[in-house]
Structures are given as C-alpha cells and as structure tokens.
C-alpha cells in the first residue's frame, strides 16, 4: 500500500473494529496504536503523494519491461521465420541472411 500509517489512523478512530486488512486486532496491538503519536492524515498528504508517484512509476517501468519483452519476442519470431525459409530454400540464403541481421540488430537497439 502506498499509505501503510492509514491502518493507525482506523484503528485509533474505530475502537470497536476487530479487523483490518485481514489482521487481528488484539489488545496488545490496540493499545501499542493508541500510544502511536499520528497526526491528522492531512499532514502527510505530501508523504502520499510521493509514495504514489514513485508506485506509478514503478508500474510504467514494469509496463514498459513488458512492452519491450513482447517486440523482442516478436522480432525473434521473425528470425526463426526467417531460418525457416534458408532451411525450405537455401538459394535465397543472402536475401534471408540480411534480413536476420536487420531483425537482430533491433534487438541491440
């Protein structure tokens, strides 16, 4: 979660809620959150949303990984093709040769 402090702010404010996020509250737990000095949750709306950009970015980094695993596959799909070919016809080796270069060379790039 990007604001994990949320649990203390529910708990303090909901003395009777037996659960959160599939915790137990038991008294021991309670009464170490009451001590919690936490302030209003608007003091740390700065916090949150510094938490939340650096989540979005690692979901637009884990998107874009993907994105590039996908179009690397792709282009080692068009080279097995192009293998295929030589194999089905190796006079057109050089023509086929050139076009394995060009899709490995994306690759690198």
């Known amino acids: 979660a990007c604001f994990p402090e949320y649990q ?3 708990v303090k404010e909901l003395p009777t809620l037996q659960k959160i996020d599939d915790l137990r509250i ?3 737990l309670r009464n170490s959150i009451t001590a919690t000095r936490l302030h209003a949750l608007e003091v740390y709306d700065t916090e949150y949303q510094q938490r939340l950009n650096k989540f979005r970015e690692r979901q637009e980094d884990a ?3 993907a994105t590039n695993a996908e179009r690397g596959f792709a282009r080692l799909t068009k080279i097995i093709g192009e293998l295929e070919c030589i194999f089905d016809d190796p006079i057109s080796l050089q023509k086929h040769v050139t076009n394995i270069h060009a899709q490995a060379k994306a690759l690198t790039d």
């Open 8 to 10: 203390i702010f529910i």
């Open 26 to 28: 038991s008294r021991t």
């Open 63 to 65: 998107t874009l990984r």
